[in-house]
């Protein structure tokens, strides 16, 4: 089946600014971008007055988290105290609260232009050790590209680290089920995965150093990238030296993670001389600029990053820290928060949308996604401008983050409308909000009582 989505406004290719007559959508891939007409296509499909961007690509949240946002316990906290309050509530985290949430925020991503998302799960508890397995489930059935970050805590308050003991699993426990994931679910085809595992080791303050080495081992022999936090506060700087005796990205280093395959969430407390070295190394950056700015964490040099030859890409980051799963608003916080640092005339519009595409399909190591061209797969985010907040807007690229586009028109996720008119297809809204709802109340019971 072939359709003509014909006629937009304007189309991003991830690189540049296009604006031919369409793009003709063959199966699960872009055909061509058409000039004129196509030389054969099934069924138009009308994109009048709609600007086109490659699918969105987020590249670091916590599902779960959508059960404990707007916290007044949390509301007000740095990082480490902010965590210490929230860890006891997600001790408690069920079966149903995992399918819950990762429905909820799935639905949240796809509705705001996402097509692709990555998670970092690191609760597992003796009552609950197959949030990954739920996840997947999830994302198969709203039909977004998903790749899983197996996360891990191995270093438990006893010990020296941040997290209670009773979230902690043994190393033995978490390498097991890091290989029992990435044998059953972890595809490497060059084109059109729609399921991938990476491994995740939460932070420094929560993994022992084995853990960290014996992850990046278990990692390179299934081609599957890396993922954790890194340099997201001055906490964690200190913690680091006091418990390893050098600062955090020494100790990534160390443990045989400063490469291509790895890619960072938050990344910024990073001096000059370390930012070269992620740079030369090739090593990503996921910028989460609301997280940053709600937790008060710092301000990531992402020109800086990028300059140096970081991919750069974005995150919404856990709904704990945002509160929210919206990434075309994470686009607009990041220029923002750029301008404020670097100035206005270096930080531009251009940047945040590739951020949103290729800089994230990059992060997630894929060459398939994030651009609209020929064989790439067909995953499109469509954009209407008839809202009051775009009416007088002069150019339709710099009015979706100028103006805060905020809800994609349609969505496609290889070559399927996963969205349409602003409503998820097959899906029924009302049901997810009602379950996350229940499994959101339930979990706060469930430590008040
Ligand atoms: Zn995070």
New binding site residues.
């Given amino acids: 089946m072939k359709t003509w989505v014909k006629n937009p406004l304007a189309i991003w290719t991830g690189n540049e600014l296009s604006a031919p007559d369409g793009l003709l959508i063959e199966d699960c891939l872009i055909k061509e971008l058409v000039v004129g007409t196509p030389s054969s296509y099934d069924q138009v499909f009308d994109a009048s007055n709609l600007v086109i961007l490659p699918g969105l690509i987020n590249c670091?949240?916590?599902f779960y988290q959508t059960l404990t946002r707007a916290l007044p316990i949390a509301a007000n906290l740095k990082l480490f105290p902010w965590l210490q309050s929230l860890y006891p509530i997600w001790a408690n985290l069920t079966h149903d609260a995992i399918k819950a949430s990762s429905e909820l925020a799935i639905a949240e991503l796809l509705l705001s232009g996402c097509t692709t998302v990555s998670d970092?799960h690191y609760v597992f508890s003796d009552q609950l050790t197959d949030s990954i397995d739920i996840q997947i489930q999830a994302a198969k059935k709203l039909g977004i590209r998903a790749v899983l970050c197996r996360g891990s805590m191995s270093l438990g308050e006893s010990s020296g680290g941040l997290p209670p003991d009773s979230i902690i699993q043994t190393e033995d426990q978490i390498l097991r089920d890091s290989e029992r994931l990435l044998n059953q679910y972890h595809d490497q085809a060059e084109q059109g995965a729609m399921v991938q595992i990476a491994l995740a080791p939460c932070s420094p303050f929560s993994v022992t150093p084995s853990l960290m080495s014996n992850t990046a081992e278990l990692a390179a022999t299934h081609g599957a990238r890396l993922h954790t936090?890194l340099a997201?506060t001055e906490d964690e700087n200190r913690f680091c030296e006091d418990t390893f005796n050098m600062r955090p990205l020494d100790y990534l280093e160390s443990r045989g993670w400063l490469h291509q395959n790895t890619w960072l969430?938050?990344g910024i407390h990073f001096n000059d001389q370390e930012i070269n070295r992620l740079g030369s190394a090739g090593t990503g950056i996921c910028h989460?600029p609301t997280?940053n700015m709600i937790l008060g964490s710092g301000t990531c040099r992402s020109l800086e990053l990028e300059a140096a030859g970081s991919p750069v890409g974005l995150?919404v980051?856990?709904s704990a820290?945002n509160d929210g799963s919206n990434l075309m608003q994470e686009a607009r916080q990041a220029l923002l928060l750029a301008r404020l640092y670097y100035g206005a005339d270096r930080m531009t519009v251009d940047h945040s949308l590739r951020w949103l595409s290729t800089g994230g399909a990059r992060l997630l190591g894929r060459t398939d996604i994030g651009q609209i061209a020929p064989a790439m797969q067909a995953d499109l985010a469509l954009f209407s401008l008839d809202d009051l907040r775009f009416s007088g807007a002069a150019d339709p690229l710099t009015a979706l983050i100028m103006c805060g586009a905020h809800t994609a028109e349609h969505v496609m996720v290889a070559g399927t409308w996963r969205v349409l008119n602003q409503q998820l297809v097959d899906t029924d809204l009302s049901q997810i909000k009602a379950n996350h709802q229940r499994a959101a109340t339930s979990l706060l019971s469930s430590v008040q009582s």
């Fill in positions: 670091h949240h916590h970092h936090h997201e969430a938050h989460c997280s995150g980051d856990g820290s």
